[in-house]
């Protein structure tokens, strides 16, 4: 059986159902809590990472490990070429390969 916790919005503990309480701000935001000191101290705008028992202050000093997201690789993308309407696709290739003096003959010849 799978229980939903909410991470406490000051503490980031977990708070499984039946405990902590809730929080509407005049913005409309929802904030759980773990426990009255935790809402007080939220209120207050002191800052978690100040308070050595939270996890924001423990993942600060770096004593716990921050687990990193790695980005999603995307495929390659291939390029694919086709042929063109009075050209194939092997004269295309042979054009881009030829060096600018054998192009440049072929362009005088056409020129003759």
């Keep these: 059986m799978v229980i939903k916790t909410d991470p ?8 499984y159902p039946g405990r902590g ?3 509407a701000a005049r913005d409309g935001k929802v ?6 000191k935790a809402k007080s101290l939220f209120l207050q705008r ?6 050595t ?15 990193d997201l790695q980005k999603k690789r995307t495929k390659k993308t291939t390029r694919v070429q086709k042929a063109i309407v009075g050209m194939s696709l092997d004269e295309i ?14 362009l005088e010849a056409t020129k003759k």
């Excluded at 406490?8 to 708070?15: G, L, N, Q, Y």
């Excluded at 904030?31 to 009255?36: A, D, M, T």
């Excluded at 002191?46 to 308070?51: A, E, G």
Aim: hydrophobic share 35%.
């Design 93 to 106: 290739k042979r054009k881009i390969n030829e060096d600018t003096k054998v192009r440049d003959q072929n």
């Design 53 to 67: 028992w939270t996890q924001a202050s423990r993942r600060f000093n770096k004593k716990t490990k921050v687990v």
């Design 8 to 15: 406490c919005a000051f503490t980031e503990m977990k708070i």
């Design 46 to 51: 002191i800052k978690p990472v100040k308070l």
């Design 21 to 23: 309480s809730r929080f």
């Design 31 to 36: 904030h759980f809590f773990i426990s009255s």
